[in-house]
């Protein structure tokens, strides 16, 4: 370690001097945390940090960290080493993490096939070795770091387990990283645990110490399907949020019904408390979808905050979930949206009509925004990216607030009308329907 050399030299000579002098001026000048996961019964663990029991109660994403403390979070995770040297108010993310006193469980992304990475190719797989061990060499004295997550579904979001080459790599990379850095944990992170995954995983990446699950609906069963399939190492539920656009009905066009804010405040609510009560001691912590937006099948899905910044009741179901209490204000509490239009097919140039129904806790006043969007046509896999559809401002021919009327576009095809309330504190809710123009 850093420190090691430093303490071999003369606090008064030169060579002490420059090489405290590069330390501070590069950010390096830290000592680590000791992480260590503790069995403490059969099929119950413990994860410590410098001895104190921790238990993730995190988030994927580093939006608006300052707001993750307040709500009772401690921890974060990341996808890819670059978010490393992300700074936020000048400093590098670590940096800000731990002046915040979060632990982040840093990512160090994985070649997926369906991207074009090939696991039979040696030169491909060396270069990918040797980022590893850089990576982990760079950043493993950093006091932030909760542990390594090696890897994000890489296996394929649709795959069941079976490419064996896959896991022995990853076996392959986690050594090298423990070779590197003993004093955290290595965690890799699949996509829920179905087919042979858990039974390939056991079978041929014995180096793993904690097994990541992105798991949506099925979320609050993970522990105890792992206990049925032989698991006997932790794990951690590293995506959970609503249910996914595959998990809902559809219209008879095919369009995924999304749930509304308030649903899915229940749904993030209901999955923390039953992970940890039916985790079976398995369960080292969670970390909830997503801290942030994203364009996923709509603009609205995933994201816990809308892409204007305010956050949505997810946080607050967060916040009440991490320590009892909801936020001091609270976002506005959508109770329906209806229309005639709602999973129907209408004609073109039609005016319709929706109205919705929201309450405020505190009676601020509120913001409510009318948007009609195409439906979505560049659906990818995995949370690849996706570009937004185009929205339509010129249909909305009449906003009363709670109810509007809208045209029905003139082209033929799929259509969502949205609704967004805003309080003037930070706090929205969002829903949608899908409507097909015939």
Not at 231 to 238: D, G, Q, R, V, Y
Request: charged share 25%; aromatic share 10%; with cysteine.
């Amino acid at each position: 370690m850093k420190q090691n050399l430093l303490h071999r030299l003369s606090p008064r000579s030169s060579v002490f001097s420059l090489a405290i002098a590069a330390l501070m001026s590069a950010g390096t000048l830290f000592a680590g945390s000791d992480v260590k996961i503790e069995k403490t019964a059969p099929h119950k663990f413990e994860l410590r940090v410098d001895g104190q029991p921790f238990f993730a109660n995190g988030v994927g994403g580093y939006n608006n960290l300052p707001m993750l403390k307040k709500m009772g979070g401690n921890c974060f995770r990341t996808w890819g080493i670059e978010s490393l040297e992300e700074r936020i108010d000048g400093k590098p993310l670590l940096d800000y993490a731990e002046s915040l006193g979060l632990k982040v469980v840093v990512g160090i992304w994985i070649g997926h096939e369906r991207h074009g990475f090939d696991y039979t190719d040696e030169k491909q797989l060396r270069k990918q070795r040797k980022d590893v061990e850089n990576a982990v060499r760079k950043y493993k004295d950093h006091p932030a770091i909760l542990m390594w997550g090696l890897g994000n579904e890489m296996e394929g979001p649709i795959s069941d387990g079976s490419e064996i080459r896959i896991w022995k790599e990853l076996n392959r990379l986690a050594k090298i990283v423990k070779d590197e850095d003993p004093d955290h944990p290595v965690m890799t992170v699949i996509a829920g645990i179905g087919g042979h995954k858990v039974k390939n995983i056991i079978e041929y990446y014995p180096e793993i110490d904690v097994l990541g699950v992105n798991a949506y609906a099925s979320a609050p069963g993970v522990g105890g399907g792992l206990v049925e399939q032989g698991w006997e190492k932790p794990f951690m539920l590293t995506e959970f949020g609503p249910s996914g656009h595959w998990e809902v009905g559809h219209t008879s066009w095919g369009a995924p019904i999304e749930p509304t804010s308030r649903e899915k405040a229940a749904s993030y609510f209901a999955t923390q408390k039953r992970v940890i009560e039916e985790g079976q001691g398995l369960c080292l912590g969670s970390f909830a979808f997503l801290w942030s937006h994203k364009q996923e099948t709509t603009a609205t899905w995933y994201g816990m905050f809308l892409p204007s910044g305010e956050k949505l009741g997810s946080v607050d179901a967060m916040s009440y979930a991490w320590n009892g209490e909801f936020p001091d204000n609270r976002s506005p509490k959508l109770i329906s949206l209806s229309s005639p239009a709602d999973q129907k097919r209408v004609k073109r140039n039609s005016v319709q009509k929706a109205q919705v129904e929201v309450r405020d806790a505190e009676g601020d006043p509120l913001k409510i925004e009318w948007v009609v969007t195409a439906e979505s046509t560049d659906r990818q896999t995995g949370g690849d990216h996706e570009t937004t559809p185009p929205s339509f401002p010129n249909l909305i021919k009449r906003n009363g607030g709670e109810s509007v009327e809208f045209r029905a576009p003139s082209k033929s095809g799929p259509y969502r009308l949205f609704v967004y309330i805003r309080d003037n504190a930070g706090g929205a809710a969002t829903a949608n329907f899908p409507f097909y123009v015939e």
